[in-house]
């Protein structure tokens, strides 16, 4: 490389530091809208660069509309930056833009709740459950008068740690599993260790809604890389990798949440090894792996970890017992002792009870029998929604497992009105754009159908394919 | 006022914004020690102040042993910074210090864990609550199986509320009370919703040590307050609000931990008014109310709250059953509002069965026969300790409620040895300088009663004081 080019490059990451420094802080409200900015002079003394560095960087900051310029007095802070999205050429966006509150939609009250990637409680082995608590109770006489570690009962985490060894061929202890209130908690805590402000995080796109908030929460610059059904352009994800270093991948790849896609077996290992040469964590949420029509999904990306890459997040009592709130994550000590270091100042542990009982459960010959049914029974609710919407001209990938649908509308409806009309009848579901942390995917909608009944189900189609046609 | 003092208050703080400036950046680790930092000249332009106000802000932080010099060729970053404490003439440190990790005490096996704040198993209503779990599972067949809101159940809000305004006269709804997993939740919580790095929080001095974590964590300014056994200083209170604009103040007023202090009923409204004049929220930690040996502890801050400035942490568990983790917030919509968004992206609500039995037992008259036996069990075991502390020259203030006795060792033993040898001998405890922000107390240790039982005790405190004779 010669003289120039070198100089060149030098010149370039200065230029960016520059362009980044006043983004920065104009995104984080510490320079407020009709601000004015540090003159040139004022910026070229303090990173030691020549003026037509900063100069350079102040003409493309006006070129996207973050600063203007007023009269010959200098730069000023473009007004409604804090909110807006950030995009440059490549698909990274910044943080503190506006959560996507998908709680909300949650909060209100329908009759046909397309929206809750819930099961319904129906189809829980309720009848059996106040069995398994009397056994706890004989077994561990003062099992409420205990604090679990806060790492989580050692017994369940050996009996789990067996279980992924036997079933999943992990290389696994059990003192790198912790066990967490639900997988909404471990995707927080991992976000909290992980992920400093500025840090780049990547996502899929579209992706869990509030895998987006959280991490941007967290400050994080996002980065979103398509996903599909025939899983990720790993090509795309290694240039993304190597050009924005993220600091980790959040990952859903088994009946991926909202879009059903699972990736082949064959792009696992080699993710995991792009992800490893990156120094790029992977955190796989593996949530809908039991919730399988066909057959069984392809391996977990944490089996082919060899190198500490793969941060594996399973929670069970979404389809097990909601009530018990009962995930677990694997990973190395290292990481493992961050983990729960940040849990031990949130609470003390899941409570014992709630660990004793999902462990009996959990290793009883019903639960095999739970899932069989259970499967069987989703599988027909699937269907019933893919009936009623082949009436019409939207478009899906019939997913092999999971609780959704992800929906594409043949015609640009504003989705904010479809969501509101489909309110008055009673109905919700998720518009695409929350799930996307690009906010792109105006018009698809993600709809489940593990929350209500056969009948719901036709009925609650039926009314939103009604609400739809008087809007298009 | 005369131009001259408006020219010479304004370039104060100038002075004082570029010395934060510098050194925030320091303990941040943005700048590393040893690294090179921007001349007296860059950053005169960078504030557009003049030379002499920057080459001010530089003596002062050489002073103060921020920043070095070196030969002529400027100012470099002191090693060490990150770790320090920052006072200057006011109690008040900078976050990003080191933690305290209480936690790794916990983690020791010990025979004697005087550290442990938590309540001996055997003093529980054990017996009891595999019958009111029956009862649960009666009531509501499907509780498994059912998430609950996230702000907590209906049920249990409404009857908690009812217990808070018959009780302590609170004007509250059940809108205005949170569920939470035990009371670390709600300071956690909190933290993240209320303060944003560089916002001043105020402690006492000492305080609960993972509260000092929570905060610090988020990035807080650190403001310390002196608790003693008559209280605050309200003067002194208002003086530090006054100058430092405190975002809140976490309170633990009654049966303070780890003091075992009470501030006295007609500080109370007072300090609520201050509060509120100076906008500064209280959060009131009220962990040990029902745990008083003599006569009933004053009534919370937040019966005198009539602005919205008080926030109410009230954690049942810890006496009642561990294992089922209930805490309950009481705040103003407002609030409330962004602590529910916060946690749904936590978890979906504390876990529904825990919320119901604990429902049941709370409003059962058993709670009332185990809270009368549990005052005794512990009065007498407190009393168990301070006979044998008698023999010593320690002192300490005998405490009317809480688990916990703060005693004043006589001579300057050297903490660190005395927790280490004190392990070699399988007891633990809790060093006075972990619970005060600003590392003092160090001849101070907390010593818990409520964990070890009348002969652990007798033996734990004896074996204790020999190892400290050994040392002196």
Redesign the interface.
């Given at each position: 490389m010669n003289r120039e080019a070198l100089s060149s490059e030098h010149s370039d990451k200065l230029f960016e530091r520059i362009y980044d420094y006043v983004l920065e802080r104009i995104l984080r409200g510490e320079w407020k809208a009709h601000e004015k900015l540090?003159?040139v002079?004022?910026?070229a003394?303090?990173f030691?660069v020549h003026r037509l560095t900063v100069f350079k960087a102040y003409q493309l900051l006006k070129q996207n509309q973050k600063v203007y310029v007023k009269d010959k007095s200098g730069y000023f802070v473009h007004p409604g930056n804090r909110l807006s999205v950030e995009t440059r050429q490549d698909p990274i966006i910044s943080a503190y833009v506006q959560?996507s509150?998908l709680?909300e939609i949650h909060q209100v009250q329908a009759a046909y709740k397309l929206s809750k990637a819930?099961?319904d409680?129906?189809l829980?082995p309720?009848?059996y459950?106040?069995e398994y608590?009397?056994q706890v109770?004989d077994l561990y006489?003062?099992?409420?008068?205990?604090?679990?570690t806060?790492q989580g009962d050692q017994e369940l985490r050996e009996r789990l740690c067996r279980y992924f060894v036997d079933h999943f061929h992990f290389d696994l202890t059990a003192d790198e599993l912790l066990i967490t209130?639900?997988s909404?908690?471990a995707i927080?805590l991992l976000a909290r260790v992980m992920v400093k402000p500025r840090d780049v995080v990547m996502l899929e796109r579209p992706t869990y809604s509030?895998a987006i908030?959280?991490f941007r929460?967290q400050g994080a610059v996002l980065l979103a890389v398509e996903i599909g059904k025939e899983g990720y352009d790993l090509e795309r994800v290694e240039e993304l990798m190597r050009k924005y270093r993220p600091r980790l991948f959040y990952v859903n790849p088994t009946f991926h949440n909202p879009t059903g896609y699972t990736i082949p077996a064959e792009q696992r290992k080699r993710l995991v090894e792009i992800a490893h040469r990156h120094h790029c964590l992977l955190v796989e949420d593996d949530l809908y792996r039991d919730i399988y029509f066909g057959k069984e999904p392809p391996l977990p990306l944490f089996t082919y970890d060899t190198t500490g890459t793969v941060i594996y997040l399973r929670s069970f009592s979404k389809y097990i017992?909601?009530?018990?709130?009962i995930g677990t994550v694997a990973c190395r000590p290292a990481i493992m002792k961050l983990l729960?270091?940040a849990k031990?100042?949130?609470?003390?542990g899941a409570?014992?009870?709630?660990q004793k009982?999902f462990l009996h459960y959990f290793f009883s010959r019903r639960l095999q029998q739970h899932l069989d049914k259970l499967r069987i029974a989703l599988a027909v609710r699937k269907e019933i929604v893919e009936a009623e919407l082949a009436a019409t001209d939207w478009t899906w990938i019939s997913p092999e497992g999971g609780f959704n649908l992800w929906v594409k509308l043949p015609e640009e409806v504003p989705m904010d009105q479809l969501l509101e009309k489909s309110i008055e009848q009673s109905i919700t579901f998720v518009p695409g754009l929350i799930c996307d942390p690009l906010r792109g995917h105006q018009s698809w909608v993600r709809l489940s159908y593990s929350y209500l009944n056969e009948q719901q189900l036709r009925e609650g189609i039926q009314k939103l394919i009604r609400v739809y046609d008087t809007l298009k």
């Open positions: 540090p003159s002079r004022a910026l003394a303090e030691r959560e509150h709680s819930v099961l409680p129906n829980l309720n009848l459950f106040s608590v009397k109770f006489p003062k099992v409420l008068g205990t604090y679990s806060t209130t639900g909404q908690e927080d509030p908030d959280v929460r017992a909601p009530g018990l709130s729960v270091r031990s100042l949130t609470d003390s409570p014992l009870l709630n009982i």
